[in-house]
């Protein structure tokens, strides 16, 4: 890449001591020569990611704290202007996965870490940050939602709804700054990274592992599909083939799709969702889904009656 529009500038990321967003500091580092701050929680981390920065570990500098939290947004912000440094891009990558299951077994302790870490976080940051970054002539906010901010599947409720907020709220500040900063959205689908980690039950087959790696992007691929979305200031970015299928089938088919898409996973085995539908065997059978579907296509149809 060559005349970046981002090439040298600061750019902070959350969530960068693992996966995408460490992916992301390399890269900023490494092609374009950015100055990057990291954020995240996981001293252990950081220090791994310094080391393997080598000789250009000088362009990288960190903050240890909690994203989840108000204030150290507000401390965070404060240190900056204390420090005489003018950031230009802020990139909210800090994210979780709740565990697979149905909504009704979920706590409320968990849906309000998942809706703080994965909404919130992005709220606080923005607020705190985007006087800063309107200062500079290269302005830029990028949030990473997820594909499940485009089609909500079962037993991925909390999540979903965590980054469909990022994603409503990220669709609205754009308009609100259009021609003073770039803002993007990115919905990633399925990538090889730790996130997956706390889903493994440690008795999945060949075949949901199999299953598994055919929709799921590597990581590094990700993050060049990322870096080349913000080059060139792509409003919303969906990235993997995975991401690409929902969004464009959900788009026609409404839905139906969460019901064809609980279909495949049954038919995968896969052992990640197994709480979800543990017991959907026992329930009163509907209509097939290929009736459903055909309905839905009569309505579709200009001559169709209904």
């Not at 460490?22 to 990291?38: N, Q, S, Y």
């Not at 991925?156 to 700054?177: D, F, N, P, Q």
Request: proline letters at 3%.
């Amino acid at each position: 890449m060559t005349d970046c529009w981002f090439d040298y500038k600061t750019v902070i990321v959350s969530g960068a001591s693992s996966g995408i967003g460490k992916g992301l500091v390399k890269k900023l580092i490494d092609e374009h020569g950015c100055r990057v701050i990291g954020i995240a929680r996981n001293e252990t981390k950081m220090l791994k990611l310094v080391e393997e920065l080598g000789a250009k570990k000088r362009y990288f500098s960190y903050f240890l704290f909690d994203v989840s939290v108000r204030e150290n947004w507000k401390t965070f912000a404060d240190a900056l202007r204390e420090q005489g440094v003018q950031p230009d891009i802020l990139i909210n990558n800090a994210g979780i996965l709740p565990k697979f299951d149905k909504f009704l077994n979920y706590s409320i302790e968990d849906i309000d870490r998942a809706m703080q870490i994965n909404f919130y976080s992005c709220v606080y940051s923005m607020n705190a940050l985007l006087p800063m970054l309107m200062q500079s002539k290269a302005a830029g906010v990028v949030n990473i939602a997820s594909s499940a901010a485009l089609c909500s599947l079962a037993g991925t409720s909390v999540y979903s709804a965590s980054k469909a907020a990022l994603k409503s709220l990220t669709e609205s500040i754009r308009e609100e700054c259009r021609g003073l900063c770039y803002v993007g959205l990115v919905c990633p689908g399925f990538t090889k990274t730790d996130i997956f980690s706390n889903q493994k039950k440690g008795n999945e087959s060949e075949l949901s592992e199999k299953a598994l790696q055919m929709v799921s992007s590597s990581c590094e691929h990700m993050v060049n599909s990322i870096i080349n979305g913000i080059w060139k200031r792509k409003s919303n970015m969906v990235f993997g083939i995975d991401a690409r299928l929902m969004n464009d089938s959900n788009k026609l088919f409404g839905v139906l799709i969460p019901m064809l898409s609980s279909s495949v996973i049954r038919a995968a085995h896969l052992e990640m969702f197994s709480d979800v539908f543990e017991d959907t065997d026992a329930a009163p059978a509907g209509e097939p889904l290929y009736v459903q579907l055909g309905k839905y296509l009569k309505r579709l149809l200009p001559f169709s009656k209904e």
